[in-house]
């Protein structure tokens, strides 16, 4: 392929552009060398410098097919004698031999010179008239010396006959057009695709709109004739006029047209110029489409995933922004100031729950209504729901705004969330000082990533982030059943601890979703009994509930099962490098995975340590405590395996128990059945998690059975 670049374009349109005179110069010099000036025979054609009329410039039938050009304005043709000393001596000399076309013009009859005298050198002598050029024509038949004209053509003209052409002779007062042929002004803006001197393909000037418009603009030799077809036809089936324009302003053309393409062209030549460069550029849809960063975000092998300086590096580089997620509202040049006042007002509810006779204590405190930029609904704070070094979390009810909270409608009203969930009247807002929006994105994140499925459902919904300089609130759903801490401790108190079967039904719905997240590339990182949310849906009506468990969901048990919350130290692994290594630089406790707590590199076992910690306390009602079995070297990083203080009892499934505590506290030393031998180790969860759902299929409906064991657990957290 060509290419065709600015600079050759240039050099191809100045040729075009260059002065008449100056070609007619150029081709009588030429012609003057190649004659002989020894030559003294009669036979000799007339010179330019005896040129005293006007002659025709030829040239080449235009691109669209049609032969009316530029180049077609009259010259004029050399009328003579054919003797130059004739001329010379007698200039008054009678022209009665000639024969007249018309009255008033002084018209000749051209003779033709024969085929072997068209080489016949000039006589010396200066030129009269330096502005024509003279080229000699063969007819075939020699004829008198002293009757002989010639007509000049193009260099270029063939050795066979053509036919003579007769020109009136100009006025004497008529300025021939010495300016190029086209107005360089007019021409620059207008070149393709009308007028191309390379056939070969080229580059073109028109837009990307124009390149989609015809799609088989890129595979024919000249961008501006279609495919097969001779010259573009409009309607009335005439060829387009040209788009160059001549001094008065008029359009010369045969059909005195512009085209489409022509227009668009001189009305926005600075914006056509900028679409060709992508066409130049890719010459594929692909030139238009949004480039987007590739590769992780934070470059390090080794980092502390919970660090200020990382989380806000990945916040100000993810795609798409953090600002177009729904229900997102940053506000940073403003000061809520809401803190100390929902802080004083719980204060005061929890004093009077505590002491029933001081019935002023409610009445001092009046509750903190939050109102949100860009939103339809007020909260009413009515208590604190849970604590924390630096989010507290607080029960809202959620009002419409303009509505009074004792309106018997607006504690049953409902409007739609975000993932197509329902938001009731109750929700939760946690405010978190100083305010960070990290939690908000990893909750959107997982719901995202995980889509419609049941590990999704065990995710708690994040509705609105409203961000201020002060701090910040999460509008988040709200369950008002407890914790798996909370069943852990009714259990206790009933029964002195929960049943297995209960305990393992509660399993296979954590590894489910943990598994669904790690997949996915994140991470929970807080993983506990009391972050773990009871997830007891009422069944619709015409939904029945079976007494035989599935491990699909089907028959009413997807509605029951966990939901996960306070994402405030999860990691998206997806934005770090796939070899990346967490550091953990804050004290540690028991509760830390084991690698956190030697200083070794760590990833996902942050969340397997969770989970043996959340199993170990469904199973004996005690938070884990752990002992290093083996110092000998494992590979994978790991130095030792780690097993529960405790001793299963022997009618549990001891076997699945253990499997399951040994590759939630061993995973290094289970990575051989791993895809390329790396964290996670999804593979050995789900098999396990297998095992566990074939096993309650099984023996769901020994003694009170699997259902009746829930249904009093539900009954249970009812009436608290």
Not at 133 to 143: K, T
Not at 413 to 429: D, H, M, W
Request: glycine letters at 6%.
């Amino acid at each position: 392929m060509t290419l065709h670049t600015k600079e050759a374009m240039e050099e191809i349109y100045d040729i075009f552009n260059e002065p008449l005179n100056e070609a007619r110069d150029a081709t009588a010099e030429a012609e003057s060398e190649e004659e002989s000036s020894d030559d003294d025979d009669d036979d000799a054609y007339t010179s330019a410098g005896e040129s005293t009329g006007t002659g025709r410039l030829s040239c080449a039938t235009s691109e669209f097919g049609d032969e009316t050009t530029a180049a077609d304005f009259t010259l004029g043709t050399t009328i003579g004698d054919g003797d130059e000393d004739d001329s010379d001596a007698d200039p008054d000399r009678d022209n009665t031999d000639t024969k007249s076309v018309s009255a008033w013009s002084e018209f000749t009859e051209s003779k033709h010179v024969p085929k072997e005298h068209s080489e016949g050198e000039e006589e010396d002598g200066e030129s009269n008239d330096e502005s024509f050029e003279q080229i000699s024509l063969s007819h075939g038949q020699a004829h008198d010396e002293s009757q002989e004209l010639t007509t000049p053509t193009s260099p270029g003209a063939p050795s066979h006959s053509l036919p003579t052409r007769f020109v009136p002779v100009p006025p004497e007062d008529c300025e021939v057009v010495t300016k190029p042929y086209r107005d360089p002004a007019v021409a620059a803006n207008n070149r393709l695709p009308f007028m191309t001197p390379i056939v070969e393909k080229t580059e073109s000037s028109l837009g990307i709109t124009t390149a989609h418009a015809q799609k088989e603009y890129f595979t024919v030799k000249t961008p501006s004739r279609s495919k097969g077809t001779p010259a573009i036809l409009e309607d009335d089936d005439e060829p387009w006029g040209s788009p160059f324009q001549d001094e008065t302003g008029q359009t010369v053309g045969s059909a005195g047209k512009l085209t489409k393409l022509a227009l668009r062209q001189l009305q926005s030549t600075e914006q056509l110029a900028a679409d060709s460069k992508s066409v130049m550029s890719t010459r594929s849809d692909s030139c238009i489409r949004e480039m987007k960063p590739s590769g992780p975000i934070i470059q390090d092998a080794q980092c502390n995933p919970v660090d200020e300086a990382i989380r806000a590096a990945i916040l100000r580089e993810i795609q798409p922004p953090l600002a177009s997620y729904d229900g997102y509202v940053a506000d940073t040049e403003r000061e809520f100031g809401k803190g100390a006042d929902i802080r004083k007002f719980t204060k005061a509810i929890s004093k009077s729950s505590r002491s029933t006779s001081d019935k002023t204590a409610t009445n001092l405190a009046t509750a903190p209504i939050l109102h949100f930029p860009t939103t339809e609904r007020a909260y009413h704070v009515k208590k604190e729901l849970g604590k924390g070094a630096f989010a507290p979390v607080y029960l809202v009810e959620s009002v419409p705004a303009g509505k009074d909270q004792d309106d018997e409608n607006s504690s049953v009203q409902t409007s739609k969330g975000e993932f197509g969930s329902n938001r009731r009247a109750l929700e939760a807002v946690k405010m978190e000082e100083p305010p960070s929006p990290w939690e908000f994105y990893i909750m959107r994140q997982a719901k995202r990533r995980l889509g419609v499925s049941r590990a999704a459902d065990s995710v708690i919904h994040a509705y609105e982030m409203h961000m201020f300089r002060d701090e910040c609130y999460l509008v988040e759903e709200f369950r008002d059943q407890g914790t798996l801490l909370d069943l852990v401790n009714i259990a206790r108190a009933e029964n002195g601890g929960m049943e297995e079967q209960l305990a393992m039904f509660f399993t296979v719905e954590l590894f489910r979703t943990v598994e669904a997240l790690h997949s996915n590339g994140l991470i929970h990182g807080d993983l506990k009994s009391d972050n773990i949310l009871v997830r007891f849906d009422t069944l619709p009506k015409e939904e029945h509930w079976d007494s035989q468990y599935r491990r699909d969901g089907r028959d009413g048990w997807a509605s029951k099962g966990i939901a996960l919350i306070d994402f405030g130290r999860g990691i998206d692994m997806k934005v770090f490098k796939p070899n990346v290594q967490f550091i953990a630089d804050w004290p540690t406790t028991d509760a830390d995975c084991a690698e956190m707590r030697e200083l070794r590199p760590w990833t996902y076992q942050i969340d397997y340590h969770g989970l043996a910690g959340i199993v170990h306390n469904l199973l004996f009602g005690k938070y884990i405590s752990t002992v290093a079995e083996k110092t000998t070297t494992l590979g994978a990083g790991a130095t030792k395996t780690y097993r529960i203080k405790e001793s299963l009892k022997r009618y549990w499934q001891t076997e699945i128990w253990q499997e399951v505590l040994d590759l939630l506290l061993n995973p290094l030393i289970h990575l051989k059945a791993e895809e390329e031998g790396k964290m996670p180790v999804l593979k050995g969860m789900k098999q396990l998690r297998e095992k566990m759902e074939e096993y309650l299929e099984r023996n769901c409906k020994k003694e009170v059975g699997l259902k009746a064991m829930v249904r009093r657990m539900e009954e249970a957290v009812r009436k608290r």
